[in-house]
């Protein structure tokens, strides 16, 4: 059974995501503020952390930073805020997805479902490569030690990061749309916001581009999506 902690100060929609998740064969733990969620979070094993942007004690950002540097495990961040500077930073801190209250439980199961579904895939459960070493043009990737190298030198990546540069390099030269993108790395059916993929590609570029306003590696085709070019 699959652990999740819930960090939500809410009691009323904390105990409904528990439930709901309950329901889908979770084991479930909540705490109601970020200082006990994070102590929580890091003493526990758990699966995946589902995290509330606004909280007591410390705020969702604070507790997301605080988790990355310690655990490698899907990150959700729930927010009540719709603006994209909210969304962008939680994923620049590392968060591996987001969703917007209010939402529907079942959005909300299939959001974890689609997390955990895409890390097990990631760390090699399914349909990984067996070589664990995979080297193309200037890139070499590590799959087994979750590390990539770019002209010998380590790229300090995130989750996501990692994920989507090794999905575009095992399948460099073909163009894929934003849709296609967020499927596919986050596992879960694009619903129109596009911003997860966008905020990944220019971290990306930031990373491995000598001049990212003029990327060599990860192009842009206009009206049609993003390639990698060895």
């Not at 439930?19 to 994070?38: M, P, R």
């Not at 930073?89 to 969703?99: E, P, Q, T, V």
């Not at 596009?194 to 990860?218: C, F, G, Q």
Request: glycine fraction near 6%; aromatic fraction near 10%; charge should be negative.
């Amino acid at each position: 059974m699959r652990k999740i902690l819930i960090i939500e100060d809410d009691e009323a929609i904390a105990s409904i995501e528990r439930d709901y998740l309950e329901i889908n064969h979770f084991a479930v733990e909540i705490a109601d503020n970020g200082i006990t969620g994070a102590e929580q979070a890091l003493s526990g094993q758990f699966d995946l952390i589902l995290l509330d942007l606004m909280l007591p004690g410390e705020d969702g950002f604070s507790v997301c930073r605080r988790l990355r540097e310690k655990l490698d495990i899907p990150i959700l961040m729930v927010t009540a805020k719709q603006e994209d500077i909210d969304k962008i930073r939680g994923l620049g801190l590392g968060a591996d997805d987001y969703i917007v209250k209010p939402f529907s439980p079942n959005e909300l199961v299939a959001r974890v479902k689609s997390n955990l579904a895409q890390y097990d895939r990631i760390k090699g459960k399914n349909d990984f490569p067996r070589s664990s070493h995979i080297e193309i043009g200037s890139f070499v990737i590590n799959t087994q030690a979750h590390r990539a190298y770019l002209d010998g030198k380590e790229l300090e990546l995130k989750k996501k990061e990692f994920d989507l540069l090794y999905f575009l390099i095992m399948n460099a030269n073909n163009v894929f749309s934003k849709d296609t993108l967020y499927e596919r790395i986050w596992g879960f059916e694009s619903i129109g916001d596009n911003a997860t993929v966008a905020v990944h590609i220019n971290r990306l570029r930031e990373k491995t581009e000598e001049d990212p306003s003029n990327p060599r590696y990860i192009q842009t085709v206009w009206g049609v999506g993003y390639r990698f070019q060895p």
